[in-house]
């Protein structure tokens, strides 16, 4: 069967996403029976009717307050001394007790079960379904099916751009002006698009590969430069065996980092002392439409950004892997509306699937160690973290800022011949907004002053093992110019939509 257009509703098997509930939790949660109640009586009141209890005589018997009885809260000093050094997540694998991180072989970081593999006939919507599937960052891309080596990676950014020249946000150069609106055309019909026909469209991760035999000093040098993942392949072949992420290996030394004492003993250190990140950040302003967001990401070949209201302060974060929410029909009015209310969305969403309430906690400060960033950085799974001063004090003021009209509830039925015609702009009726202040932890942040990357945690990592990793603004600047001759998104529109905080 063909396959359609990623943006046609997208189907997910309900065993995939329903929540598996035990009996023993049920039986839990049921009331005691009448028989399995003891009944205790207080005193009885006295049988005489001429003495009147007073109020103190009527309290007599009657439990303690809860209040009197709780334990004295933390101190500032001792929160804070929690904040700035959290505990390791766990105690570590005896596997790797005792050994030099550097001797460590890439090899025993992965695992072939995690490999997805797609053909280069593959149409988009299939592979945009594996890839959520998968909940990597990439799948793999082979010229055949009975292949074990990879050629190339889908990924989220990708995703991104298919979605930008869909939608007609993209805007290829002369050459390619012809040839990408036939394929835009193609995909609003609802024909399937395979990979092969997409695969200049989005900005290109560099395709770096490493024997499994090659150790943790090659790796962590490799990601210090700016590569955000590694193909790990069977030494002397081509064939894969797995995929290593900035985010995998960052977790593996902050899980054992009390076995290798060079990157152990940076932990306790402020930020303002190891002097990392960058004060040039790339950030969108809440009220600006979604679609500024997304090509603003494409544009400037990075991940996520930081949503900011009109004084600066961190309202909320945008990734590249947020627009799976958008591979819906029905969510295609989200693309006008608000960064604000579709951060809404991704904490709605994420609350949904993890049980529980979200809140945007992507920030640090400049005097939060590098332990607190690297928990923050693993419990969320994030690329980055934005580092943030005190909040200004106009964001206690009114709603911050004031967000455009968001459809919060998108229409049903929406189909895609009439949601992306040859005109994208989406015609969507006025609805309720979502101011700034309403998102939960808003206040708990501050004015944006800059970043801090796995980049940049790792880029430290190597220096500090006596490695020496390549600028990663290098590799920053070659992923904005590698797609740049065969697609320029509208990049003086998405720029106009960025914060440049030299400028405040």
């Known amino acids: 069967m063909a396959d359609k257009n990623p943006l046609s509703e997208r189907i997910v098997s309900p065993t995939r996403s329903a929540a598996n509930v035990s009996s023993s939790s049920s039986d839990a949660a049921r009331s005691p029976t009448p028989s399995n109640v003891a009944m205790r009586l207080g005193p009885l009141p006295s049988p005489n009717p001429s003495h009147r209890q007073s109020f103190n005589e009527n309290l007599r018997g009657l439990p303690p307050s809860p209040r009197s009885q709780r334990q004295p809260s933390f101190s500032q000093a001792a929160v804070q001394d929690l904040l700035n050094n959290p505990p390791a997540a766990q105690a570590g694998d005896p596997a790797f007790t005792g050994r030099d991180w550097r001797a460590i072989q890439v090899g025993e970081l992965v695992s072939d079960e995690e490999i997805w593999f797609v053909d280069l006939d593959t149409g988009v919507e299939h592979a945009t379904n594996l890839l959520i599937d998968s909940g990597g960052p990439a799948i793999l891309i082979r010229e055949i099916p009975s292949s074990k080596s990879a050629i190339g990676t889908f990924d989220y950014s990708d995703l991104n751009a298919y979605l930008l020249l869909v939608v007609g946000l993209a805007h290829p150069d002369e050459s390619h002006m012809s040839p990408f609106q036939e394929l835009a055309k193609k995909a609003r019909q609802g024909n399937k698009i395979p990979l092969k ?59 054992n980092g009390r076995s290798f004492p060079v990157i152990d003993g940076l932990y306790p250190q402020y930020l303002k002392d190891l002097n990392i990140g960058s004060h040039t950040v790339i950030a969108i302003n809440g009220d600006k439409p979604l679609t ?31 627009v799976k929410l958008l591979t819906k029909t029905s969510s295609l009015p989200l693309l006008q509306s608000s960064c604000i209310h579709f951060i809404s969305v991704i904490l709605s969403n994420r609350g949904m699937n993890d049980g529980k309430d979200s809140f945007p906690v992507f920030h640090v400060n400049p005097f939060s160690t590098l332990a607190h960033t690297v928990a923050k950085l693993v419990a969320t799974k994030a690329h980055r973290m ?54 939960p932890g808003a206040r708990m942040s501050g004015r944006l002053s800059g970043v801090v990357s796995l980049t940049d945690i790792l880029n430290l990592y190597a220096r500090a093992s006596g490695l020496h990793p390549n600028d990663p603004d290098e590799t920053r600047k070659q992923r904005r110019r590698s797609s740049s001759s065969s697609m320029r998104v509208s990049l003086d529109s998405a720029r106009s939509s960025s914060v440049d905080l030299s400028r405040r």
């Not at 962590?220 to 002397?236: D, L, N």
């Not at 603003?296 to 961190?314: H, I, Y």
């Not at 004090?393 to 015609?421: C, E, F, I, K, N």
Request: glycine share 6%; proline share 10%.
């Open 197 to 255: 026909d997409v695969k200049e469209v989005g900005k290109k991760e560099p395709f770096v590969t490493l024997s499994d035999s090659e150790d943790l000093t090659k790796a962590v040098e490799t990601f210090g430069s700016g590569v955000h993942r590694i193909i790990i392949v069977k030494q002397g072949t081509n064939r894969v065996v797995g995929i290593l992420s900035q985010s995998r290996l960052v977790r593996f030394l902050w899980e």
């Open 386 to 439: 934005w580092v943030v001063d005190a909040p200004s004090p106009a964001s206690s003021g009114p709603p911050t800022p004031a967000a455009q009209p968001a459809v919060l509830v998108p229409p049903p039925g929406l189909s895609s011949s009439s949601s992306a015609p040859g005109n994208p702009s989406l015609s969507l009726a006025p609805s309720p907004s979502v101011s700034a202040s309403s998102l």
């Open 292 to 322: 500024d967001a997304l090509e603003l990401m494409n544009n400037e070949g990075v991940t996520s950004l930081a949503v900011v209201d009109n004084q600066l302060n961190v309202i909320g974060n945008i990734s590249n892997v947020d």
